[in-house]
Every structure is written in structure tokens, then in C-alpha cells.
Antibody, heavy 117, light 107 residues
Framework: EVQLVESGGGLVQPGRSLRLSCVAS????????MHWLRQVPGKGLQWVSG????????GYADSVRGRFMISRDNAKNSLYLQMNSLRVEDTALYYCVKAVADAFDIWGQGTMVTVSS | QSALTQPRSVSGSPGQSVTISCTGTSSDSNYVSWYQQHPGKVPRLLTY???KRPSGVPDRFSGSKSGNTASLTISGLQADDEADYYC??????????FGGGTKLTVL
């Protein structure tokens, strides 16, 4: 069964850091690009960051560039998102997502990040 | 990275067809995808590369594109189609952007 399991979310104060992790199973992890997307409860989807299979290509949404860093460890079938200088507006459910072509076909259940003082 | 523009809501009766538009895509890009999300559920990929469907997605869901507007057409509307729908497009330099989402109501 293809599965993505996120962890690392929680409550954090503005300005602090948090690291999200995602473990993949059921497919050849290093064959695919991987992404982080987020969704404020009750609101729309937002693409956050993506990394190609070999980490040669990496991209970020304007709202997180310079604060967030995506990485992957193919040996561990894992994807990460280091989030620094967190803001209240970063509060959202963060999804780990597998890519197919230039779309997103397999989604984790998400990990909630709440930034509040 | 300007968000793509979708109508806030659309509606239709069972058996009818509805089309959801998505404007702001690049006219020379075919990297448009559509997602369905039921309340409290994880999004589901419906179409990608404008009109391709992953296995398991019924052919009632079809994607198309003309100029800078992409569209998702749902034919033979069913009660279970009531959900939120999002378009997404690859922009450039390894970045993507979503539309604001459209709530489909089945009357």
C-alpha cells in the first residue's frame, strides 16, 4: 500500500522553528519528486515547496522562501521541511505529497502546525 | 506567484453537467491539474497535464484548456460529486500555484 506519514507538527511560538518529517512506503521513493502543501482549516490549498527525485531542483512559494528549507533522504525514504522564523500565518495542516508528472497524486493525512503566542 | 482564479461556487442537478473554470494559467503550459476534496478528507487528483486521468478516476471528469483558461467538466452529476474543487498549475522554475477553490453543490 502506498503511504505517506507526516510527523513533527505542533504548537510553536512566532519566530521559533519546527521540522516536519514524512516517511514514505509502498513505492520507489527516489523515483519521484516530493512536495509539501498546506491548508488552513476551512480554506484553500497552497503549494509550499517541492524537491525533485535527486534534489537537483528545489522550489518554494514566495511566502516561505528564505524561511523554509525542504530536503529528502532517499536512503531513509524520507522528506523533511525545516521551518524557521515561523509566523502566525504559517498556521495550517501540512501535507506531504508525492508527485506524478507535474501534479500531486498521493497525499498524507497531514500534520497540523499552529503558530501562536 | 498569483493565485489562479476560480468561481467561488457552482451548482447543478443530478445527471447534468457542470464546468468549473480556472483562469490565469500560462497559455503555453499544459501542466494543469484538478483536485477534488470532500469535507474533512484528503484531496484527490482528478486530472493532470490538462486532460489526463489517473487510473480509478471515472471518465465523467474531464479536463481541458483554451488559452489561459483551464476547465474541469463533470458530466452525469452525482450526489457524491458535491465537494470542493481546486485547479493547480506549474508556473516556472519549480513552483506551482493553486486556484482559490470552487464549492460544487448538487441540487
Amino acid at each position: 500500500e502506498v503511504q505517506l506519514v507526516e510527523s513533527g507538527g505542533g504548537l510553536v511560538q512566532p519566530g521559533r522553528s519546527l521540522r516536519l518529517s514524512c516517511v514514505a512506503s509502498g513505492f520507489i521513493f527516489d523515483d519521484y519528486a516530493m512536495h509539501w502543501l498546506r491548508q488552513v482549516p476551512g480554506k484553500g490549498l497552497q503549494w509550499v515547496s517541492g524537491v525533485s527525485w535527486n534534489s537537483a531542483n528545489i522550489g518554494y512559494a514566495d511566502s516561505v522562501r528564505g524561511r523554509f528549507m525542504i530536503s529528502r533522504d532517499n536512503a531513509k525514504n524520507s522528506l523533511y521541511l525545516q521551518m524557521n522564523s515561523l509566523r502566525v500565518e504559517d498556521t495550517a495542516l501540512y501535507y506531504c505529497v508525492k508527485a506524478v508528472a507535474d501534479a500531486f497524486d498521493i497525499w498524507g493525512q497531514g500534520t497540523m502546525v499552529t503558530v501562536s503566542s | 506567484q498569483s493565485a489562479l482564479t476560480q468561481p467561488r461556487s457552482v451548482s447543478g442537478s443530478p445527471g447534468q453537467s457542470v464546468t468549473i473554470s480556472c483562469t490565469g494559467t500560462s497559455s503555453d503550459s499544459n501542466y494543469v491539474s484538478w483536485y477534488q476534496q470532500h469535507p474533512g478528507k484528503v484531496p484527490r487528483l482528478l486530472t493532470y497535464d490538462v486532460s489526463k486521468r489517473p487510473s480509478g478516476v471515472p471518465d465523467r471528469f474531464s479536463g481541458s484548456k483554451s488559452g489561459n483558461t483551464a476547465s474541469l467538466t463533470i458530466s452525469g452529476l452525482q450526489a457524491d460529486d458535491e465537494a470542493d474543487y481546486y485547479c493547480c498549475s506549474y508556473v516556472s522554475t519549480y513552483t506551482w500555484v493553486f486556484g482559490g477553490g470552487t464549492k460544487l453543490t448538487v441540487l
